[in-house]
């Protein structure tokens, strides 16, 4: 079985500090690793994705995660907040070999001016 | 522009009368999925179809039916729907990329 955890329900920060959304990750074999951002009334839309190779990776709008397998963990980070980042965001974890994509609860991210 | 479309995107509908939800993706995808959301709970997956004529149940598939005749269409099917299933619906594809793309979600309300 796959389970992703986010521990927590919302993430307040100031805007122009940095910003890190936590997920930890179950799975039995190698992970493939998503972050998604849900802004209000709209859809998922795909943020970065670890596969293999660094452990850092870079995505869209100047967020970047880390993947950590010893502590089985892909937190989403970005050095500088947005108040336009405000949203909500889901981890998501796929075991290479399968289909299913398993969804974290989500986290609700308020930046403030 | 690629992109999966969902009709309705708002439905508010009686107990008991059939309803379907249409999803269209325009990238040749084979894969294709349904989710459903509701708060706290995150997305959970309803059904999947790894290509035409192949679907198989996803976590919470109980109240719902799929079909997929063709590759780009993958309709939702609520033969009687129930107050339980009230929620925030969203499809999904992916191609040879490793993510997917999602539709714009269909919110409905069963009465």
């Known amino acids: 079985a796959q389970s992703v955890a986010q521990p927590e329900d919302q993430v307040n920060v100031a805007e122009g500090n940095p910003l890190t959304v936590k997920c930890t990750y179950s799975v039995s074999g190698n992970p493939y690793l998503f972050w998604y951002v849900q802004y209000p009334n709209r859809g998922l839309q795909f943020l970065l994705k670890y596969i293999t190779g660094d452990n850092l990776v870079k995505g869209s709008y100047g967020f970047e995660a880390e993947f950590n397998k010893s502590q089985t963990s892909f937190h989403l980070k970005k050095p500088s907040a947005l108040v336009s980042d405000s949203a909500l965001y889901f981890c998501?974890?796929?075991?290479?070999?399968?289909?299913?994509?398993?969804f974290g609860k989500g986290t609700s991210l308020l930046v403030t001016p | 522009e690629a992109q999966v479309t969902q009709n309705p995107r708002y439905l508010i509908t009686v107990t008991g009368k059939k309803l379907t939800v249409t999803c269209s993706q325009n990238?040749?995808?084979?894969?294709m999925s349904w989710y459903r959301q509701d708060p706290g709970l995150g997305l959970r997956q309803i059904y999947y179809s790894m290509n035409v004529e192949v679907t198989d149940k996803g976590d919470v598939p109980e109240g719902y039916k799929v079909s997929r005749k063709e590759k780009r269409n993958f309709p939702l099917i609520l033969e009687s729907p129930s107050p339980n299933q009230t929620s925030l619906y969203f499809c999904a594809s992916r191609g040879s990329d490793t993510w997917q793309y999602f539709g714009p979600g269909t919110r409905l309300t069963v009465t």
């Open positions: 990238m040749n995808h084979e894969y």
């Open positions: 998501a974890v796929r075991v290479l070999s399968g289909y299913a994509l398993n």
